[in-house]
């Protein structure tokens, strides 16, 4: 709690002054994080968003306003502040959903700082050529696309059911680029259908399925095997992280333990990536507290399937 409250202070106290090049000054990653010579292969965050308080050059979407910003910025150089030190060099960005349809904060984060982002966008799947949109955004570095029920205007039970749904999986199979599926389990049923009629295309399903969550809560072998079951494709794929919203949601969040060993097991390491979902985990605790919770208390993972699960799969994905 001392974390949060420091971490909101300071966000109050820089206000919107909080600007890259300040931060940068005071900071040692600029040399390091930032760097576009430096080789990397250390850790890889598989997910995290960013966003900016100067809604005047990236407006936000209908429905948004500036009062729903919290914190009112996440700006990369705020991100790396948070990595310094823990061994994490390369982060996924998905696309912030404040900004609707619009990557180009995202786009142009990841210009500023080569090597160092691949992103997640997200299109709309009734715009005019989703599948252009996304050949066109992974010219740009986006390996992934976001998707979720909302973005289908049907419900978790029959969310892939409109034809531009369905379409998106054709094209990221033809184009080998993945799905992010933001779901929980009621939305699973359609993500097997689907998945057995493009078996080719890379899927993910972020934050363990939201399981140990809202009416997963608390968690049951039941809720498990709903996911776990769906190992069967080969090319679904998990994120291991959001602990801060899961299970008790109070670092070192080791209730999780006995949750992530059976989805480890079912879709082993090669399918598991570890993501913070920064800037929620900053909020909620520290950025330590998440890669620990894999890195030094994940007992039944083996070095090697630590290396997958914080780099390898990630890297595999997302900075091919
Ligand atoms: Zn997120």
Redesign the pocket.
Known sequence: MENHMTRRDCLKTLGASATAASFAAKSAFSTDLSNPEKKRDGYIDA?V?VWTSDTERYPLAEGYEKSNMNPPSFAPEELFHHMEGTGVDRVNL?QMSYYGFDNSYMLDVMDRYPGVFSGTAIVDPFGPDPAAEMKRLAERGCHAFRIQPAHSRQPPETWLQPEPMEKLFATAQKEQLALSCLIRTDALPEVDRVCTIYPEAPVII??LCLLDTGDTHPVTDEHIKRLTSLNKHKNLYIKVG?FYALGERTPPYLDLLPLIEKVVEAFTPDRCMWET?CP?QVVNGKYEDSLALIRDHADFLSQSDKDKILRGTAERIFFD
């Open positions: 997910h968003h998905i972020d934050h959001a979902d929620f």
